[in-house]
């Protein structure tokens, strides 16, 4: 157990549809990470959050959309769904500051989302 | 922009030793990192070089040279649990992490 939990764990809807992804760091991890893994693919960085700020941005639609909250749980907001958003969603944790950096992010078991 | 490359497939036989290389391209280097999957899984944080050299944790040791934009995962003593999917990172200037696409290792009896 990484200590990053993430619901739902499981989502089907229809194209079209919105759906929210929710994350909880691990206690005193500061930074969150959002990940999105299709079928026997990589892991394709979307977005980072620091302390509620945005810090880093990657390969993220504009049909998508994060927020990290006062109490540091974040969210990611997926709009407008099409099939090829079907993926595995991670997220991730760490402290994330200079000094000590390990390279270790703890990730969350995902939440898998179907598109039909 | 970042660009890693690993081999797609690796097959090893139960109790020897396997490399997985990691050749990568980025603008501004800070660390690779390595992470194993399993299907289904979430990934796990394996090892972590920011300099030249080997890092040795258990059966599994991790090998950088920054010079040739170059490292590899070594797994000795390979067991079946090994068999899962292996990602090299590069770390950004944030701190996140950006994947190779990975290489799945099939560990044979």
């Known amino acids: 157990d990484s200590g990053v939990t993430q619901t739902p764990k499981h989502l089907i809807t229809a194209t079209g549809q919105r759906v929210t992804l929710r994350c909880s760091p691990r206690?005193?991890?500061?930074?969150v990470y959002w990940y999105q893994q299709s079928l026997d693919q990589g892991l394709q960085f979307l977005i980072q959050?620091?302390?509620?700020?945005?810090?880093a941005k990657g390969n993220i639609l504009e049909r998508f959309s994060a927020q990290q909250f006062p109490d540091l749980h974040s969210e990611l907001n997926l709009s407008s769904l099409e099939l090829g958003d079907s993926a595995l969603y991670f997220c991730?944790?760490?402290?994330?500051?200079?000094?000590?950096?390990?390279?270790?992010?703890?990730f969350g078991e995902g939440s898998r989302l179907t598109v039909l | 922009g970042q660009s890693l490359e690993q081999p797609s497939e690796v097959t090893a036989v139960e109790g020897a030793i396997v490399q997985i290389n990691c050749t990568y391209q980025?603008?501004?280097?800070?660390?690779l990192s390595w992470y194993q999957q399993h299907d289904g899984g979430a990934p796990t944080f394996l090892s972590y070089?920011?300099?030249?050299g080997l890092e040795e944790t258990g059966r599994f040791s991790s090998f950088l040279s920054r010079s040739d934009s170059y490292g590899y995962l070594l797994l000795q003593e390979l067991q079946m649990k090994d068999s899962a999917s292996y990602f090299c990172?590069?770390?950004?200037?944030?701190?996140?992490?950006?994947f190779g696409t990975g290489t799945r290792l099939t560990v044979i009896p």
């Open positions: 991730a944790s760490s402290v994330a500051t200079g000094t000590g950096y390990t390279g270790e992010l703890f």
């Open positions: 990172a590069v770390r950004g200037g944030a701190n996140n992490l950006f």
């Open positions: 980025t603008s501004g280097f800070y660390g």
């Open positions: 959050y620091y302390n509620g700020e945005e810090r």
């Open positions: 070089n920011a300099l030249d």
């Open positions: 206690s005193g991890d500061l930074s």
